[in-house]
């Protein structure tokens, strides 16, 4: 199971702009959670391990910081062409079964991926409230085959820092997990 690591968006960095589709057949804008006092950003898919690894911390996540004030986006950005397990349709089916209660988008043209430099799944992006980035790292330490739960330790410290008006540390450790899917001849530079 080769793994990637991600360097995102430059701290500070605005959230780029996007609309894209989720899996009931809604848009979901960036501007949909201009009023949040935070908003987190997953790169994922359904299919790498890394994910579900963590896919059930996601959900609890989502379900304990959305009524917070938290705006929560999930993003694939994966060829379905050549993996179909990622496709809009099988995306429904993942939200339903994981219990996901934010939106999990599908991102056709890469194009949202590449603005915000996401490279792998899992990536955990967390804006303030001024959508300005303020963490670009992993949910914890764990790994698949860790024997190791995943806690969300390093992303739910990020979301309190945010949520309490505290300054989340610059030194962050980096999201791990399989590289974005690209399409042929997709790939950034």
């Known amino acids: 199971m080769p793994h990637t690591t991600t360097d995102t968006l430059p701290l500070g960095s605005i959230a780029p702009d996007f609309a894209l589709p989720d899996t009931e057949g809604k848009t979901v804008c960036l501007a949909d959670f201009k009023n949040k006092k935070a908003l987190?950003?997953?790169?994922?898919?359904?299919?790498?391990?890394?994910?579900v690894h963590v896919a059930e911390?996601?959900?609890?996540?989502?379900?304990?910081?959305?009524?917070?004030?938290?705006?929560v986006v999930a993003i694939s950005s994966n060829d379905v062409t050549n993996y179909p397990d990622d496709s809009p349709a099988k995306m429904k089916e993942?939200?339903?079964?994981?219990?996901?209660t934010?939106?999990?988008?599908?991102?056709?043209?890469q194009s949202v991926a590449k603005a915000y430099k996401a490279q792998?799944?899992?990536?955990?992006?967390?804006?303030?409230?001024?959508?300005?980035?303020?963490?670009?790292?992993?949910?914890?330490?764990t790994r698949p085959k860790s024997g190791t739960p995943a806690t969300g330790a390093d992303l739910r410290?990020?979301?309190d820092a945010v949520l309490?008006?505290?300054?989340?540390p610059t030194t962050q450790k980096p999201a791990v997990g399989?590289?974005?899917k690209w399409k042929p001849g997709n790939a950034p530079g």
């Open 102 to 109: 934010f939106p999990y988008l599908y991102d056709e043209t």
């Open 94 to 100: 993942e939200k339903a079964k994981r219990g996901y």
């Open 40 to 51: 987190l950003v997953m790169w994922v898919c359904n299919h790498c391990p890394y994910v």
């Open 120 to 141: 792998c799944t899992p990536t955990f992006l967390v804006f303030d409230a001024q959508q300005k980035l303020v963490y670009s790292g992993q949910m914890d330490d």
């Open 178 to 180: 399989c590289s974005i």
């Open 164 to 168: 309490e008006g505290k300054t989340i």
């Open 157 to 159: 410290s990020a979301l």
């Open 57 to 71: 911390q996601m959900a609890k996540i989502g379900q304990e910081y959305q009524p917070g004030g938290v705006g």
